[in-house]
């Protein structure tokens, strides 16, 4: 079983400065242009400012960053995030807690994943990802259900899956680090390999096959501009759960996906965040007259 201790200790660059509260969109906006970062928003109870940190392997991604918008740019070495956080459980209701370092002790009732938190975002706590996880224990029966994950960050979505029994799940990410780094996540889960990971620009999806079920946690620019190739992963009769969607831009992302013929079945709403749950309808068959 690996411990944090063994996640490899490489440099990476992180760009950060404050902004004011309420111009979240426009800041998200800026950013989603700027595929080679990953970014987080830390919000503080009656602070009027928000810190809004963006993270890059290559220093040119965030120098890139500081030049347009100002701000600082710092080296940040991989151990300071795997080495020493400590954090409380993340809860999704009374299914699943997600622990973020290895532990002996575990209750019974309750099914439990590990992440460690590292250089891939996804820890289960943020509102995106929580929505995906509250629905995927409402999924029912995993047994003949295959799983497309793509963003799969830290893995937290496809190890869910494996958790709750789907024995086919493939997992993509544009970043080989979050590839690694998810793989890494499954064998401190699981004693056997199950999940295929790729390293894949969803923009870029060419995969023949089609699957039951397809995640996509990605920017609501990235899912309007792959849609044809996201809805294109979808099985016939499956269903397609997209998030990282703000309020603001669910019109947007809503008629992206009409346009590919895919049936809107339920919005769910989070704080300022969109979960959108479509199908795609099994063709009719048309009576063969004799």
């Known amino acids: 079983m690996n411990k944090r201790s063994n996640l490899p200790v490489r440099p990476t660059w992180c760009w950060r400065r404050w902004i004011v509260s309420g111009q979240e969109d426009l800041w998200i906006e800026r950013l989603q242009s700027h595929a080679d970062i990953n970014w987080v928003m830390t919000e503080k109870p009656g602070c009027v400012r928000i810190l809004l940190e963006a993270y890059a392997r290559k220093p040119a991604a965030v120098t890139a960053l500081a030049h347009t918008f100002g701000g600082k740019v710092r080296r940040v070495q991989a151990a300071e995030w795997v ?69 799969t960050g830290s893995g937290v979505l496809a190890l869910a899956a494996r958790l709750l ?33 790729q390293c894949a620009d969803v923009k870029k999806l060419r995969s023949p096959a089609r699957h039951d079920l397809v995640l996509a946690n990605l920017f609501s620019g ?49 704080g300022k965040w969109v979960m959108l749950q479509w199908q795609k309808k099994l063709k009719s068959r048309r009576a063969i007259s004799t």
């Open 83 to 151: 080495g020493t956080q400590t954090a409380a459980p993340t809860r999704i209701g009374t299914h699943l807690e997600i622990i973020h370092a290895p532990t002996r002790t575990r209750q019974p009732t309750t099914h439990r994943l590990c992440i460690p938190h590292g250089v891939a975002f996804g820890s289960g706590d943020h509102a995106t990802t929580h929505m995906l996880l509250g629905a995927l224990f409402k999924h029912g029966d995993w047994s003949h259900t295959s799983v497309l994950d793509l963003g």
């Open 165 to 197: 029994g789907a024995h086919k799940i493939v997992a993509t990410d544009f970043d080989p680090e979050a590839v690694r780094t998810a793989r890494q996540n499954e064998t401190l889960n699981f004693s056997t390999p199950l999940i295929r990971w």
């Open 222 to 270: 990235i899912l309007g501009e792959a849609a044809p190739q996201i809805a294109g992963s979808v099985a016939m009769g499956g269903q397609l759960w997209l998030s990282g969607i703000l309020r603001t831009q669910e019109q947007e992302v809503t008629a992206a996906y009409r346009a590919q013929k895919l049936t809107l079945t339920r919005a769910l709403h989070r």
